[in-house]
């Protein structure tokens, strides 16, 4: 089946330190690739997008400056949150798709900054 | 617009009845609805989809509508459980756009 591992599940970090998280898309290759962040009480913003054959795009409010986003293949993407502050932390999740299909998440990576 | 508007976003119901849960759309070329379950501490999950090309989709206990011309679509549980109780998220998602956003949630109480 497909399934999607991220990594690490729970990680903290101090403020204005950075921190990167890992996604890895098994039994499927991704054809998109997603992050997204859910802060406490919201629901899920997209940051960035990231597609085959495709460049980056990251949505209003998030920055490669501070979001870079490492897709190397089909299957692994990796985020960076770099500077983090308390208005950084919340649940970051991984959702990756086969073309049109439904969206396949990881268990997400909390942030927690200190 | 790319807004996915859900409601309500707290619904408390009685174990055995059922529970309904909205959301509008402004993307008139959206043709794709996933509808998502979260527990506490887990990831989301899918748990019913539906395709413009339908209006009615039905399994184990879960019913989508869709209404394209009123840009509205809906998840209805019949019999509700206590294991039902849980963060439901509706989504829309168009063809060759990979991009799919999510409406802001539903949480569903539901009580013995």
């Known amino acids: 089946g497909a399934l999607v591992y991220q990594y690490p599940r729970r990680t903290i970090c101090k403020s204005g330190t950075s921190m990167r998280m890992e996604c890895q898309a098994v039994?499927?290759?991704?054809?998109?690739v997603a992050w997204y962040r859910q802060s406490p009480q919201k629901t899920f913003e997209l940051i960035a997008l990231?597609?085959?054959?495709?460049?980056?795009?990251?949505e209003q409010n998030f920055t490669q400056e501070k979001f870079p986003i490492s897709h190397p293949n089909l299957s692994f993407s990796s985020m960076t949150v770099l500077n983090a502050y308390l208005e950084d932390r919340g649940l970051y999740l991984c959702?990756?798709?086969?073309?049109?299909?439904?969206?396949?998440f990881g268990k997400g990576t909390r942030l927690t900054v200190v | 617009g790319e807004q996915v508007e859900q409601l309500p976003s707290i619904l408390r119901v009685q174990e055995g009845s059922s529970a309904s849960i909205n959301c509008t759309y402004e993307?008139?070329?959206?043709?794709?609805f996933p509808w998502y379950k979260q527990e506490p501490g887990e990831n989301p999950k899918l748990i019913i989809d539906?395709?413009?090309?339908?209006e009615r989709k039905q399994t184990q206990g879960l019913i989508v509508l869709l209404d394209k011309k009123a840009k509205r679509f809906s998840l209805h549980i019949t019999d509700t459980q206590p294991g039902d109780s849980a963060m439901y998220f509706c989504?829309?998602?168009?063809?060759?756009?990979?991009?799919?956003?999510f409406g802001s949630g539903t949480r569903l109480l539901v009580s013995p």
């Open positions: 959702g990756a798709r086969r073309d049109n299909t439904e969206v396949f």
């Open positions: 039994g499927f290759q991704a054809t998109s």
């Open positions: 990231s597609t085959v054959n495709s460049a980056i795009k990251y």
């Open positions: 993307n008139s070329a959206s043709n794709y």
């Open positions: 539906i395709r413009s090309n339908m």
């Open positions: 989504a829309a998602s168009t063809t060759g756009g990979y991009k799919v956003v």
